[in-house]
């Protein structure tokens, strides 16, 4: 089956640090790989994606490339503001016919200090 | 893009009880996923709920204690039936727009007493 597996936090930094989360998955097939963020008392909300390998997605100075050699699907940033606390999920879809199914990973909780 | 209604927003239940969640979408979608996080852990799907017929429920999570209704292709119900402190946790609801993007609704958090 479909799994993700990211690093546990929580990550704590200081403003303008640089940001790494890693994330590796297993699946069958081809699956789309996704960052997903929830900023306190928030629902999810769509970070970045990749659909095939060697993609790189970016948003809000965040960038993960989908790397299908090593499985992984890391999510970067250069530097970070307080803003970013807030706890991102990596997951993965494979399209099947009971629908885009999403796997997540465990979530990791990012903590930015001014 | 997608925008998804969900009530209540949070509830405090008393255990024995059930509650219903609903979810709204602002577009006609196929499928509609009923995902659950508990304290501090990533989401699990629950469910998937197509229009009519019956929802699709995934490896440990039963009809009896999850039922759902879709009666249209912009809503959906989700129950949590005989409720227990193990219940507790953020409900959401998602659909998919365009095949390639998830959306979700803003949770319903859950407290059994």
């Known amino acids: 089956g479909n799994s993700v597996t990211q690093m546990e936090g929580p990550v704590t930094l200081s403003e303008e640090a640089f940001l790494t989360i890693n994330c590796t998955y297993t699946?069958?097939?081809?699956?789309?790989l996704f960052w997903y963020v929830q900023y306190p008392g928030e629902g999810l909300q769509l970070l970045l994606k990749?659909?095939?390998?060697?993609d790189k997605g970016s948003n809000k100075g965040f960038e993960a490339t989908y790397r299908k050699e090593t499985t992984s699907f890391h999510l970067e940033k250069g530097s970070v503001q307080v803003s970013d606390s807030a706890v991102y999920f990596c997951a993965l879809s494979t399209i099947k016919a009971a629908g885009n199914k999403l796997t997540f990973g465990g979530g990791t909780r990012v903590l930015v200090k001014p | 893009s997608a925008v998804i209604s969900q009530k209540p927003s949070r509830d405090i239940c008393q255990r024995g009880t059930s509650l219903t969640i609903q979810c709204q979408v602002d577009s006609q979608v196929t499928m509609m996923f009923w995902y659950r996080q508990q304290p501090g852990q990533s989401l699990t799907l629950i469910a998937t709920a197509n229009q009519g017929s019956e929802a699709t429920y995934e490896s440990g999570f039963v009809i009896d204690k999850f039922p759902i209704s879709r009666p249209n292709l912009t809503f959906s119900t989700l129950t949590v039936s005989n409720m227990s402190p193990e219940d507790s946790s953020i409900y959401l609801c998602s659909v998919w727009a365009w095949n390639t993007e998830a959306f979700f609704g803003q949770g319903t958090r859950l407290t059994v007493v």
């Open positions: 699946a069958t097939g081809y699956p789309s």
């Open positions: 990749a659909t095939k390998a060697d």
